[in-house]
T-cell receptor
Framework: DVKVTQSSRYLVKRTGEKVFLECVQD?????MFWYRQDPGLGLRLIYF???????EKGDIPEGYSVSREKKERFSLILESASTNQTSMYLC?????????????FGNGTRLTVT | QKEVEQNSGPLSVPEGAIASLNCTYS??????FFWYRQYSGKSPELIMS????GDKEDGRFTAQLNKASQYVSLLIRDSQPSDSATYLC????????????FGSGTRLLVRP
């Protein structure tokens, strides 16, 4: 079974702090994604990566950056946390571009910025 | 206009009834469509995918796709209380090789 592990289930940070959300997958998937999920807005793509050291912006990249130094690890960085970044963050992975490959999600990190 | 639109619900059906969940999308050239189920406090999990016009059945679930009308639906037959969850419609955006765009989800409640 594919396992996508997010380092923290709950996180509370202060405004202005630099925040790192870590995600590790164990199935050698090429693709990795970061989404945030907010009530009424669904899942919105922040960043994704198709390969090591490769990243592309999703629909809402402002205020975020990512790092993919190793294939299995994809980190989301909030450079200076703000209260509007309070959300559920979901990491996902999938194998190479295939329409029939489902995304495998981690358990999510609920981030609160105070 | 949102790329993928769903009625937020909740959709309430009695146990044993057919639940019908609908989704419309704006990109006419989209080819791949998915339904994910998300229980409260949990991550989404894939339950159906559909790529061609018509129906696709898997157990109690049937996905229906109509590309001309740009809608995709999910029917759940013999609904059970354990089907109570939020159902997310997702579409691959055509301008990238794999960028999955989600609707905001429909909450389904199955009453015992």
């Amino acid at each position: 079974d594919v396992k996508v592990t997010q380092s923290s289930r709950y996180l509370v940070k202060r405004t202005g702090e630099k925040v790192f959300l870590e995600c590790v997958q164990d199935m050698d998937h090429e693709n990795m994604f970061w989404y945030r999920q907010d009530p009424g807005l669904g899942l919105r793509l922040i960043y994704f990566s198709y390969d090591v050291k490769m990243k592309e912006k999703g629909d809402i990249p402002e205020g975020y950056s990512v790092s993919r130094e190793k294939k299995e690890r994809f980190s989301l960085i909030l450079e200076s946390a703000s209260t509007n970044q309070t959300s559920m963050y979901l990491c996902a992975s999938s194998p190479v571009d295939r329409d029939d490959s489902p995304l495998h999600f981690g358990n999510g990190t609920r981030l609160t910025v105070t | 206009q949102k790329e993928v639109e769903q009625n937020s619900g909740p959709l309430s059906v009695p146990e044993g009834a057919i639940a019908s969940l609908n989704c419309t999308y704006s990109d006419r050239v989209s080819q791949s469509f998915f339904w994910y189920r998300q229980y409260s406090g949990k991550s989404p999990e894939l339950i159906m995918s559909i790529y061609s016009n018509g129906d696709k059945e898997d157990g109690r679930f049937t996905a229906q796709l109509n590309k001309a009308s740009q809608y995709v639906s999910l029917l759940i037959r013999d609904s059970q209380p354990s089907d109570s969850a939020t159902y997310l419609c997702a579409v691959i955006r055509v301008d990238s090789s794999y960028k999955l765009i989600f609707g905001s989800g429909t909450r389904l409640l199955v009453r015992p």
